[in-house]
Nanobody, 126 residues
């Protein structure tokens, strides 16, 4: 079981990108879904997550106010809208699914997630 992340690319500082996370293998509803990123030489870090609990989202402090996570139930796709991008946002972005389906508050801990697929590279540079 894998989630596929796509939509990355090269963008100038201050620009925007929208990443998508999709799968045809299971229904996202009922799972925590999260976006993570990994820059060269650094550990994977949680960026944003949501759960099935209404209004439950969480964000890495450095992206609060700039990134928004949401999902389209009809398309079974989660998204990460990234605005005001900075060079420090450069990384490979992955989406993950919490190991168990349930009514949990979402977390930004990589150990809580799996179903990693190939990530998508985001490069912020002028």
């Amino acid at each position: 079981v894998q989630l596929q992340a796509f939509g990355g690319g090269l963008v100038q500082p201050g620009g925007s990108l929208r990443l998508s996370c999709a799968t045809s293998e299971f229904n996202l509803h009922g799972y925590n879904i999260a976006w993570f990123r990994q820059a060269p030489g650094k550990e994977r870090e949680g960026v944003a997550c949501f759960s099935s609990r209404p209004g439950d989202t969480d964000y890495l402090d450095s992206v609060k106010g700039r990134f928004t996570i949401f999902w389209d139930r009809a398309k079974n796709t989660a998204y990460l809208q990234m605005n005001s991008l900075e060079a420090e946002d450069t990384a490979v972005y992955y989406c993950g699914r919490r190991h168990w389906r349930g009514f949990y508050y979402c977390t930004l801990e990589a150990k809580d997630y799996g179903a990693w697929g190939q990530g998508t590279l985001v490069t912020v540079s002028s």
